[in-house]
């Protein structure tokens, strides 16, 4: 048994976690972190980026057939699923190796095991090291949700395991109806997998808006998908070639692959919080303040362990904000509204503000402005996919409250548009700008007439 003193300890080496480290020891404060997996945490390892690299594999496919109508002779193609995923870990272990290189030159002790709180300001480490700290903060991220009480939940994988598959299926059913389902739905359907999206309630991405859910179920759909809403899965059994899967209603469904992407939880299993007095909420979240303390004093949390905006970049500024104000004594607060965000299906959506239902709940009187066309690029390629465009605005104030997209390009534009937005942007400062044509962004500054209903 050892004792060591840190002015900061952090359990978790994901995105948050690691750029609290970083800040911190920027500050001068003597700083160790554990992580008992790899360092990169969700986002790295098994979530947004090699997410990411399949979404670029799986849109080939268009490019391929979209070349012919521009002149292009396209010879046969092929895939190869296992030369994807060994690219994919090969970048993966880069950039692992990249965050833990950055911690060290930062001066951060870095500690390969899992750690629990152990009473106030104590960290135990699986290793049997105990740790001292003054200050403790908690990044640990969340884990996927699973079915834990059908017969045969055994033969799930969850999105842990989709980056390790040896082999793509044939076919695949998708469960879930939020970012991580509709993304790898769209992901293996555009890599000639059948795919089915299987979701218990009526539409999918709750919480966003009304048009850009019905559209996107749309463009899903045309792309082959079978869309299967509000069925409820209760048993999964193998059969010859595959497995079966038993429906709520005696419907059944075959398939090789069964997905559950149904959500995700806070990772807190097991973490000791109530040595140290470390209160949570119904969801197993840890609870904290506007500056990501929590109900014990010197402990605070970062990231998709609070359960507040579940989204890489606000872990990154939490963890940065924390160490403003614990170590560089300039206290932070994270705004956690205007948070633009994107699912990365094909077509891609994304979206910053409020949406229309939400800004009427609010009491907003609203002017609408939407658009909907097919972008220049399809006109020779012969696709018919639409794009869709909405600006959400204050009718008393002429405030532009949410912007919306589906379409090429949608997570691009929409990360400027965030910039305008924060920043209190008039619809008349839209009308004001200048169009960059052609383009599908200067939609945005060219929509003039308010969307009467009809």
Known sequence: MTATDYDLFVIGGGSGGVRAARIAAGYGAKVGIAE??????????????????????????????????????????????ATLIANKDREIARLERIYESNLKAKGVTTFAVRARLDGPGVVALSDATRIKARTILIATGGHPSRYGDIPGAAHIVTSNEIFELKALPKRIVVCGGGYIAVEFASIFAGLGVETT????????????????????????????????????????????????????????IETDLVLSAIGR???????????????????????????SETSAPGVYAVGDVTDRVNLTPVAIREGHAFADTVFGKRPVKVDHSLVPTAVFTTPELATVGLSEEAARAQGFELDLYKARFRPLRNTLSGRDERMFMKLVVDAATDRVLGCHVIGPDAAEMVQ?????????????????????????????VTMREKWVAP
Not at 45 to 62: M, T
Not at 266 to 291: C, F, K, N, S
């Open 197 to 252: 999206l299987m979701h218990r309630g009526a539409k999918i991405l709750r919480g966003f808006d009304e048009e850009l859910r019905d559209g996107l179920m749309e463009a899903l759909a045309a792309r082959g998908i079978a869309l299967r809403m509000e069925a409820v899965l209760e048993g999964v059994a193998e059969c010859p070639g595959g497995f079966n899967l038993a429906l709520r209603g005696g419907e059944a």
């Open 36 to 81: 008992c997996d790899r360092f990169g945490g969700t986002c790295v390892i098994r979530g947004c980026v090699p997410k990411k690299l399949l979404v670029y594999a799986s849109r080939f496919g268009d490019e391929f057939e979209d070349a012919r109508g521009f002149g292009w002779s396209v010879g046969e193609t092929g895939f190869d699923w």
């Open 416 to 444: 400027m548009a965030a910039i305008a937005l924060h920043l209190g942007a008039r619809k008349a400062d839209f009308d004001a700008t200048v169009a960059l044509h052609p383009s599908a962004a200067e939609e945005f």
């Open 265 to 291: 939880e806070p990772a807190t299993h097991d973490l000791g919080l109530e040595t140290a007095g470390v209160r949570t909420g119904p969801r197993g979240q840890i609870i904290v303040d506007g500056y």
